[in-house]
């Protein structure tokens, strides 16, 4: 089991900035990947940016060059430095890791946390 909690979401105006955090307890070894999600008010759930335990991210094409996902060298800590935001960035965004324990994999959620992006 891992347990997850964001934090650092708010309001923020266009072209502004903002960094999500997400701890991570609980079977952090068995952690293989990470990722933020986000999910707009009436949309799906969408994949903004994933990093592997070794580092390697990558992103959606409609974030590419604004977002930047990282994560520290203890797996108990995932970010995304947000830049360049826009009003359609506004979502809940949602934190994820993928663990793998005897060939059995499992994906668990943080509870979310809102980013308005408005003037």
């Known amino acids: 089991q891992v347990q997850l909690v964001e934090s650092g979401g708010g309001l923020v105006q266009p072209g502004g900035s903002l960094t999500l955090y997400c701890a991570a307890s609980g079977s952090i070894f068995s952690i293989i990947s990470l990722a933020w999600y986000r999910q707009a008010p009436g949309k799906q759930r969408d994949l903004v940016a994933t990093i592997t335990r070794g580092g390697v991210p990558n992103y959606a094409n409609f974030v590419q060059g604004r977002f930047t996902i990282s994560r520290d060298i203890t797996i108990t800590q995932l970010y995304l430095r947000m830049n360049s935001l826009k009003p359609e960035d506004t979502a809940v965004y949602y934190c994820?890791?993928?663990?793998?324990?005897?060939?059995?994999?499992?994906?668990?959620w943080g509870q979310g946390t809102q980013v308005t992006v408005s003037s």
């Open positions: 994820s890791v993928t663990t793998e324990r005897d060939y059995h994999r499992s994906t668990y």
